[in-house]
């Protein structure tokens, strides 16, 4: 079992940085896909950014927010950070952390399916004020 702890929301405005942090913990040391996705009140959840393993330096972004987050994995300390910056209000909702573990390669860049991770976390909000 995996458990995920997300940290780092928060309320800023228009222009500003926030990084989330999320920490694995339990039976981690194993090949893993980790990403963010958001939920913003009456919109359909969404990817934002995923990174893996086997392919660290290859992560995968929303298009809405490529150039501006940044999804980064330190395998030392269990955590995937995503460093968002110039954020927009539109930016605004629930974030998730989620994490694919396997004890078989997965050979995957990642995903933006809900249902391709098998762990999640209860989330973390994001405010952005214009």
């Known amino acids: 079992q995996v458990a995920l702890a997300e940290s780092g929301g928060g309320s800023v405005q228009a222009g500003g940085s926030l990084r989330l942090s999320c920490v694995a913990s339990?039976?981690?040391?194993?090949?893993?896909?980790m990403g963010w996705f958001r939920q913003a009140p009456g919109k359909e959840r969404e990817g934002v950014a995923s990174?893996?393993?086997?392919?660290?330096?290859?992560?995968l972004y929303d298009d809405s927010v490529k150039g501006r987050f940044t999804i980064s994995h330190d395998n030392v300390k269990k955590t995937v950070y995503l460093e968002m910056n110039n954020l927009k209000p539109e930016d605004t909702g629930m974030y998730f952390c989620v994490g694919r573990f396997s004890d078989y390669t997965l050979g995957s860049r990642g995903s933006f399916n809900w249902n391709f991770y098998n762990y999640w976390g209860l989330g973390t909000q994001v405010t952005v004020s214009s």
């Open positions: 990174i893996c393993r086997a392919y660290p330096d290859d992560p």
């Open positions: 339990g039976n981690t040391n194993r090949d893993n896909c």
